[in-house]
């Protein structure tokens, strides 16, 4: 992993990162882009005090799974992995150098494997996808404080 930007965005509250990214080049990295998104929101919830549920914590680190293990599996070359809270929610926005955009396949119970973009989708509040002048970006979006039961990550409920 190289961690290549780090800082505050429009809607830090009490300083400190609102905003990471770093690129990843190898399939092992996966564990650290989850370990990533964990740190992030962590710090999130303790620097900026933004509520950040149990659920989201883990939906978070499974979407930036699934979408950085599709980006290392399909397209040549490092993908970026950007993590940004706004308004409530963290953008996880995936950039790699193959254009094609994916496409969700039809569910099928006895398919292994290939169901990434399908738990992204079914998981995230909106999901975007677009051609860039060299590959494409996916962005997903989760909000922080969904919990029903209303569990915070890292404090006692």
Known sequence: MVRTAMGEGQDSLLGGPVTVSAAFEGSAEIAEARQLARSFLTDVQAVHGLPVSERAMGMVQL???ELVTNARKYAPGPCLLTL???????????WDSEPILPIAKAA???RVGQHGLEIVM???RSIEMHREPVGKRIK???VLADDPGGHVAGRMG
């Open 63 to 65: 979407v930036v799974s």
């Open 84 to 94: 940004e809270v706004i308004d409530g929610a963290v953008e996880v926005t995936v």
């Open 108 to 110: 099928n119970p006895g």
């Open 122 to 124: 079914a998981v995230c």
């Open 140 to 142: 997903a979006t989760v």
